[in-house]
């Protein structure tokens, strides 16, 4: 029996996504093996991997001055690759300027100084990652070489529900987490990254949404399989990708423009995302701590009052088929995941077993 499996990553991927590759697991196309036998150089994955870029850039309407790269090292290279590729960009002050607003933008800030110095142009950090700052705040550089975002915190459950603007200055952003969620106007963005493995398909291969011009400017030390130039040029096979995990982000991708796209994507998360925060603010037993204008629709952490009834919650959640519920270890409590492939009968279950839970309490 399948369970609802509000994972933040590797995540649930959609049922008829998952039966399709059942069913071409043994004989793809005719060809007597699977997508994952098969060489990369071959005609059968190059239709596969064409189809997908070209699928993704048609659900996300992204403009032909970007190019489309599938990676590996997950978004966690890309807070290495990215400052590697444009730190060094020709015009710029070597300085990466970064808006921290959780965990994962905290960690491309980590990470950035490796390459370059850095400005912290915003925090939220005193006030416990609970909004974004307001972006009239930010301390941009003027001639910073990029400015860093996470529009979406999958740990603090904290979303961007506005437009990033970095004027001149190229805008990045890890869009891990909420890509395919809702529209994006990507000519407003030099970089954007995401992990597959919460909104596109299986762990394994990363997207990098790439503006043509800042492709070329890689630091030396920057490893020929990190530099997008080469897998630029190379169509995204400098090295042997990862065939089964593009394989599966294909069929994922078809499946959304089957189910109408980011448009319906947006209606969806929504609709299922105010449920929940609804029904959280309406109760007496669990909190969301985040800013009402900053919550995420992806990510939705909350916590029990009583803190000694976690465990209950979290095993007896389990017991009616609501799985990985437990919060990311850093924060505790309790995290639900309402990614694409989460269907609404998953959040109103998860609603009617929390208040259960709370009436017994
Ligand atoms: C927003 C965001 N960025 C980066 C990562 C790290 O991704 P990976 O483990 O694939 O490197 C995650 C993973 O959960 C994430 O949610």
Redo the contacts with the bound molecule.
């Keep these: 029996m399948r369970v609802f499996n509000f994972s933040?990553?590797p995540a649930v991927l959609p049922e008829p996504v998952l039966r399709q590759a059942a069913e071409e697991m043994l004989d793809w196309h005719g060809t007597g093996m699977s997508a994952w036998e098969m060489s990369h150089r071959g005609k059968s994955f190059g239709s596969i991997i064409r189809q997908a870029e070209e699928d993704l850039r048609e659900l996300l309407a992204i403009p032909s001055s970007h190019r489309i790269l599938f990676m590996q090292g997950?978004?966690?290279?890309m807070n290495a690759v990215v400052p590697m590729n444009l730190s060094r960009r020709p015009g710029s002050d070597s300085v990466i300027d970064v808006v921290h607003t959780g965990l994962?933008s905290g960690?491309a800030l980590a990470e950035a100084p490796k390459y370059s110095r850095v400005n912290l142009a915003a925090s939220s950090e005193g006030q416990g990652f609970t909004s974004v700052p307001d972006q009239g705040q930010w301390q941009l550089t003027e001639r910073a070489a990029y400015v860093h975002v996470?529009p979406?915190?999958?740990v603090h459950g904290v979303q961007f529900h506005f437009q990033p603007d970095a004027g001149d200055v190229p805008l990045v952003a890890?869009m891990?987490?909420e890509i395919l969620s809702r529209p994006v106007d990507f000519s407003r963005y030099g970089v954007v990254y995401a992990?597959a493995?919460k909104n596109i398909g299986p762990?394994g291969v990363?997207v990098v949404i790439v503006r043509e011009d800042l492709i070329g400017h890689a630091m030396d030390c920057c490893p020929s399989v990190f530099d997008w130039q080469h897998v630029a040029e190379q169509k995204s096979m400098f090295n042997t990708p990862p065939t089964g995990a593009i394989y599966l982000c294909g069929l994922v991708l078809q499946w959304l423009k089957r189910k109408g796209g980011v448009v319906q994507m947006e209606k969806d998360s929504i609709e299922k995302s105010a449920m929940l925060y609804d029904f959280i603010d309406n109760s007496r037993l669990y909190t969301n701590p985040v800013a009402s204008d900053s919550r995420s629709r992806m990510n939705v952490p909350f916590f029990l009052r009583d803190k000694s009834l976690e465990n209950g919650f979290l095993a007896d959640a389990e017991r009616n088929g609501l799985v990985q519920l437990k919060g990311h270890r850093t924060m505790g409590g309790m995290r639900a995941s309402l990614y694409n492939a989460m269907p609404v009968e998953g959040v109103e279950a998860l609603i009617r077993f929390m208040r259960d839970f709370e009436q017994k309490h």
Excluded: M, P, Y
């Design positions: 933040a990553g997950g978004a966690t290279a994962w960690k996470c979406n915190e999958t890890d891990s987490s992990g493995q762990a990363v």
